[in-house]
């Protein structure tokens, strides 16, 4: 079948070729003409493991391309699917319109009985919106349908997550698009979950703002162990060994979520409440909670040190996570801006990251150890794989008797058994 994938950014363009690779005639469209210009050679617009090889085979292979014309990119198309990756300000307000202007923009270029199937970030009702636009345009003799399936995006494991997803949740308007989507999910899964589109919207608010309330509750938790003298890694343990509760569960203490689609949602369904005049006291706590745990590491350097004036801080991990090069949201970048407000000399190393932010007053290292040397403390933040390959010889070799504050306890196995380093973590006492 003919699919476009709009919108290419992280979430279009893993989707368009992953889509390409399970045999599908697709066309990229976004109206970015650089964005485009790079696809064409095999360039995708972020780094995302595997991600670039995936679409240098899906334009050898022809199965995949590349344009801003939408006209031609919906000549025949069977599906339009929409992969926005929602743009958010900077208080994690949603740029809704952004997203269904451009879908509206395209509406006089959909073939008869098309699919517009929408994987973008939206509050629920926006398909409804769309639908209700369309019909209000007139378009003759164009049958058109519509269709949400929620992202399942997961940066550094996407390409994965799409090809063998656990399930797919799809919401239809229409009985006769099931066989439709059936086809295009066919290479990838048969396990769909098919719903209402009201259903399927909500279903993705629901399972994030779950997400979201199940690590501020694991944060919550971690933090008074500090205090009681319990280890919440062993309290993670007892629950997940609880039926009701599961090993796969996300109660891992460790850092805030910081921003992305767990925050977008729990907005979403902040507003709601507001909207229909309903309270919503839990999901308000959960982002409050957040909130406050997202200075757990910046609290936790003070107890130790008091006045950083003069200190030096190494900063292990700067991505949003690792995997990617991603630095928006990113909370190791919002620890570097405010230890170097603090008056600390701020020196970082990330094996993804090639430049720092012109106005970030810090050092990127060429290695990791390179970070360490002169150090007072030093703080791992991303989880980089790279790093469970450094010693603790070669830290203590670096800088004797290192305070270490490893939020997540990434490197516990490594440098949290050292009595020779100070390994600080959350949910463990001093």
Known sequence: MKVCVFGLWHLGTVTAACVASGGHEVVGLDFDAEVISKLQQGIPPLFEPDLEALVQA???????????????????????????????????NAQVDFVTGRVESVFPHLAANTLVLISSQLPVGTT????????????????????????????????????????????????????????????????????????????????????????????????????????????????????????????????AFAGGTLARDIRFLNIL???FQQQTPLLSGV?????????????????????????????????????????????????????AEQGATVKTHDPAVRALPDDLHAELCASALDAVRGANVLIISTAWADYRDISAEEVQAAVPGLTVIDQSRFLEKTLGVDARLRYVTIGKPL
């Open 58 to 92: 899906g334009l050898a292979s022809g199965k995949l391309r590349f344009t801003t014309d939408p006209a031609g990119a919906l000549a025949g198309a069977d599906v339009l699917w929409v992969a926005y990756d929602t743009p958010v300000d900077d208080e994690d």
């Open 128 to 255: 409804r919106q769309l639908e209700a636009r369309y019909r209000e345009q007139q378009y003759p003799d164009t049958h058109v349908s519509f269709g949400y399936s929620p992202e399942n995006l997961r940066l550094g494991g996407a390409i994965r997550v799409f090809t063998a997803p656990d399930r797919v949740v799809v919401g239809l308007r229409e009985a006769a698009d099931k066989e439709k989507v059936q086809t295009l999910l066919q290479p990838f899964t048969e396990n769909i979950v098919w719903m209402s589109v009201e259903s399927a919207e909500m279903t993705k608010h629901a399972l994030n703002a779950f997400l979201a309330t199940s690590v501020t509750f694991a944060n919550e938790i971690a933090v008074l162990c500090e205090y009681t003298g319990a280890d919440a890694k062993e309290v993670e343990r007892g629950l997940k060994s609880e039926a009701r509760i599961g090993p796969k569960a996300y109660l891992a203490p460790g850092a």
């Open 273 to 275: 409440g507001e909207q």
């Open 287 to 339: 982002r409050a909670s957040n909130d406050r745990h997202k200075s757990w590491v910046q609290r936790k350097l003070l107890e130790l040190l008091p006045d950083l004036r003069g200190k030096t801080v190494a900063i292990w991990g700067l991505t949003y996570k690792p995997g990617t090069d991603t630095l928006r949201r990113s909370s190791a970048i919002e620890l570097c801006y405010w230890a």
